[in-house]
């Protein structure tokens, strides 16, 4: 049985870029993440300590989004890890960061990093 936690669409405005600009202006980010873990017990139970927090997950989020990087990959690296540390039951993290408005000519919605783990 495959159980999910995935957070959708977290909007966080934070200062990430290779540009100075993009450090001082800053922007808005859309995090969607999923993890991957065995839910089962708090089925059951409806007991937190069962489950992945994912209170705690949102917390680490915001807590890497405020520590400025050049690389969105950088981000989402430490974001990945930090969960991983704190959930090492947790089998599988994908997580994707949308920058709302990347310094580029064209409109679109924004520009994406995916990273998915396996461990």
Aim: charged share 25%; no cysteine; proline share 5%.
């Amino acid at each position: 049985m495959t159980s999910k936690i995935i957070i959708e669409d977290l909007k966080i405005y934070a200062y990430h870029g290779v540009l100075p600009e993009e450090t001082i202006l800053g922007t808005y980010y859309i995090l969607n993440v999923e993890v991957h873990a065995d839910l089962w017990k708090a089925v059951g139970t409806d007991d937190l300590n069962d489950t992945i927090n994912y209170a705690e997950i949102n917390e680490i989020i915001h807590n890497e989004m405020q520590i400025p990087s050049k690389l969105m990959e950088h981000v989402t690296g430490r974001i990945l890890k930090n969960i991983k540390v704190k959930f090492p039951q947790v089998p599988y993290l994908k997580i994707k960061i949308t920058k709302t408005n990347p310094p580029m000519t064209g409109e679109m919605r924004g520009v994406s990093v995916e990273i998915e783990n396996h461990f």
